[in-house]
């Protein structure tokens, strides 16, 4: 039973080393495949249809390996609970109005990529996420926003600008989403700048604690004065223990 456990562990880790560089391309190609029909509206028919049907494999592919690792894991119960969100994230663009989700699931693939490849390079690692934070939500928010009444994201230079102000947590109001799919990527974005906030600060606590333990933890170094003066605490210890060592030692 145990030896069954360990490896299906392993083929899990190994599913899961295999499967991170394709996961991560096929992340990029969704980006890209979803992009398109936002970034030019006068797009082809076909293209359009094409674009349409490469979310939809990606996306499938998406599910094909979180059922895969479903069946390899040892524990499905604390599987499901450990990725609740992933599979939310997962259903829920089924339905029309969410569909801006799914960039959700894009995100979280790229970032456990940039992660592994940034990992003790912090300001690489903010700054990537951060980018890519920006650029997702300026495409969802135009894609939300771009023909519904009223609206002032109506390009998407201005969908940047609102998105990179956003993050900051800046926001001077001069763009602001009108719908509620907008609305819905301005607060998972203002979400995502805090966190991302949060991050840098409690990385540089951690940075800062562990180096004053580390200090604390080596021994201060011995100066002359305190050689010269242990030096004299033994000599004066010999002379008490033995008094006949002085006249030996003066002889």
């Known amino acids: 039973m145990g030896g069954g456990t360990a490896q299906r562990t392993d083929r899990l880790e190994a599913w899961e080393r295999v499967s991170a560089a394709p996961l991560t391309v096929l992340s990029v190609v969704f980006l890209v495949v979803y992009a398109a029909p936002i970034l030019r509206p006068d797009l082809s028919p076909a ?4 674009c349409s049907a490469t ?8 599910w094909a390996d979180i059922v895969v690792r479903l069946r390899l894991a040892t524990d499905r119960r604390k599987f499901l ?39 003790g390079r912090l300001a690489v ?22 023909l519904a009444p009223g609206a002032n994201i109506t390009a998407f230079d201005d969908a940047l600008w609102w998105s990179t102000v956003t993050i900051t947590t800046v926001g001077y109001g001069d763009f602001y989403p009108v719908t509620t799919a907008g609305r819905f990527v301005a607060l998972g974005l203002m979400i995502g700048g805090i966190g991302l906030i949060g991050f840098v600060t409690g990385s540089l606590a951690t940075w800062i604690v562990e180096r004053v333990a580390a200090g604390a933890d080596k021994p201060a170094a011995a ?29």
């Open 125 to 146: 690692y903010v700054a990537a996420t951060a980018a890519l934070l920006v650029l997702v939500s300026a495409l969802a928010v135009l894609d939300a926003e771009r």
């Open 55 to 62: 979310t939809i494999v990606v996306w499938a592919l998406f």
């Open 81 to 119: 609970r450990e990725h609740l969100f992933d599979l939310v994230v997962l259903t829920l663009p089924m339905l029309r109005p969410l569909r801006a989700v799914r960039l959700v699931m894009v995100v979280l693939t790229i970032n456990r990529r940039t992660e592994v490849w940034a990992r």
């Open 223 to 251: 100066t002359s004065d305190d050689v010269a003066a242990l030096r004299a605490e033994i000599a004066a210890l010999r002379r008490h223990l033995d008094p006949n060592s002085a006249e030996r030692t003066s002889g």
């Open 47 to 50: 293209w359009r249809a094409a």
